[in-house]
């Protein structure tokens, strides 16, 4: 017997009648009569087939999540493309080109989030029960690497805050740990010591749960790619981008401020605070400006704005302190 091609059914066209009608037309065409033995199998086998596209379908469009117009900016949004593509993920390598060259190989799935420390309930969170935790919301962010370059990328996620209230910080909670997963085998990156694995980051508590601290898991409204740090990530978009871990195994809550990765590979360039800060050279390079990502073969530099533009919203969480000094 000749094997049958299934025609193409967009997922999103699946359970609609037009196209139940057209496949069982279809499959009169293909010379079997639509209620014969043989083809009744075959019905059984396309409804498989539809059964999991739609729970494709439904999986799918959890993170084409309704935007949060109160915490989007409307700057111009960067491709899909160019966010997937130059990265720094430095687990798997330096070059910019390097996550998505590599991270493809890290296994998202089981994936399980421990938080700990100064909490009344820790817990273990299975990532398919985090992505329930709370409904997701797309924001549109700007994200300034130290790096002098930015992005303006759709983030789906939900707050930070609204985790952490499922684990109940003890009163002595001052600072939140990131911890990003170590995978030797599949980070080329982790075999070199540029710093000191895994990947540590952190933020004082009341950062961590200010309504702009989004705890990430899709962009564009898709799951994040690997190179963007699945399955879950934050976005701090007021700091420089390496205080925003990707890939996030364990989340530690502490009395003490903890030494992060790149503080400790360089306390003069990385600070702990990492706000951004056009006024404040990074000891190698200016940060008054910055060169947008995607912007055409010259690209186009525009000047960067203290806490990256997000200083109505933030600027509070630090009076007080000399922002003239390099944390
Ligand atoms: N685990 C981990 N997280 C990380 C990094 C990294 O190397 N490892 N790089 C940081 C830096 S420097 C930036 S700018 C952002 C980049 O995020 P993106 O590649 O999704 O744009 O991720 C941050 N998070
Ligand atoms: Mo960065």
Known sequence: MARLQLPYLP?????????????????????FGALGLTASKYLGAAEQVAATEVALTDKTSLFQAPRNVRYSVDDTLTSFEDISSYNNFYEFGTGKGDPARYAPAMKTRPWTVSIEGEVMRPRTFDIDDLLKLAPLEERVYRLRCVEAWSMVIPW??????????????????????????????????VHTRILDWPYVEALRIDEAVHPLTLLVFGVYGKPLPNANGAPLRIAVPWKYGFKSAKSIVRIRLLEKQPLTSWTKA????????????????????????????????FARRVPTRMYNGYGDQVAS???GMDLSRYY
């Open 11 to 31: 997922p999103s066209s699946i359970t609609s009648e037009s196209v139940w009608q057209s496949r069982r037309q279809c499959l009169a065409q293909l010379g």
């Open 266 to 297: 360089a306390s003069r360039e990385y600070g702990f605070y990492a706000n951004v800060n056009p006024d404040v050279p990074h000891p190698r390079w200016s940060q008054a400006t910055e060169r947008i990502i995607g912007s055409g073969l």
């Open 317 to 319: 969480l630090y009076s």
């Open 156 to 189: 789906s996620g939900y707050p930070l805050a609204k985790l952490l209230a499922q684990v109940q910080p003890t009163n002595n909670a001052r600072y939140v740990e990131f911890v990003t997963a170590l995978e030797p085998e599949v980070m080329p990156g």
